[in-house]
């Protein structure tokens, strides 16, 4: 299986990382590593993650607050639709 992010989610991203990299000089990467990680756990079992809207998935990260809502949209794609911060305000990322 393979993903793509949508133009939102890419852009979430990458300011997470921009974020955390004026946080402490690293930070960004190691973010960005963790999303990665998470990508390939999300690949290996896709509907694995709860549904949290339809047709949409959430996957937290473990060391940053952060989610990833995908949705599959066949049996070898998924696509991100948002990277965000689980502390905000509960559907923010629409």
């Not at 990665?36 to 999300?42: F, R």
């Not at 339809?54 to 070898?76: T, V």
């Amino acid at each position: 299986m393979t993903h793509r992010f949508n133009l939102k989610a890419r852009e979430e991203f990458k300011n997470a990382c921009d974020f955390y990299n004026d946080q402490k000089p690293g930070l960004g990467y190691e973010f960005a590593m963790e999303v990665g990680l998470a990508i390939a756990v999300i690949r290996d079992a896709p509907n694995r993650w709860p549904l949290i809207d339809r047709g949409i998935h959430k996957y937290r990260l473990d060391r940053f607050p952060y989610g990833i809502l995908y949705r599959i949209l066949d049996a070898q794609l998924f696509e991100i639709v948002a990277v965000f911060d689980l502390r905000a305000e509960p559907g923010s990322w629409r």
